[in-house]
């Protein structure tokens, strides 16, 4: 999908795939991001933001039942195009901020 560079929200969901491994299910990613967060997350934007990176061929979905649940849920695996989307967001903005100091830590001028 070219090189595409992922907005703040697909990034934090994608790393949180990454943070518990192939075979997350989207419970335990909405639990991850609520966990780690500083900003309020909704399950539903978390559920719609797989879906969008699906489309992109970011993550791939199966659909499996968790021990003890009788339910099928979908289980969310990151893909090469997804850890390429990663590495190019975070070197773009290491490059931005290379240099740059905000807040208390900027000499004043």
Do not use: N
């Amino acid at each position: 999908m070219g090189k595409q560079i992922l907005g703040e929200f697909e990034q934090i969901v994608l790393l949180s795939v990454v943070r518990l491994g192939d075979g997350a299910f989207g419970r335990a990613i909405y639990e991850e991001l609520a966990r780690l967060s500083i900003t309020q997350v909704t399950i539903t934007a978390v559920y719609v933001t797989l879906s969008r990176l699906e489309k992109k061929d970011f993550v791939t979905v199966q659909l499996a039942t968790p021990a003890g649940s009788g339910r099928e849920q979908k289980l969310f695996a990151i893909e090469p195009g997804g850890v390429a989307a990663l590495q190019r967001s975070r070197e773009q903005l290491a490059r931005f901020w290379a240099g740059v100091e905000v807040g208390e830590d900027r000499p004043s001028q």
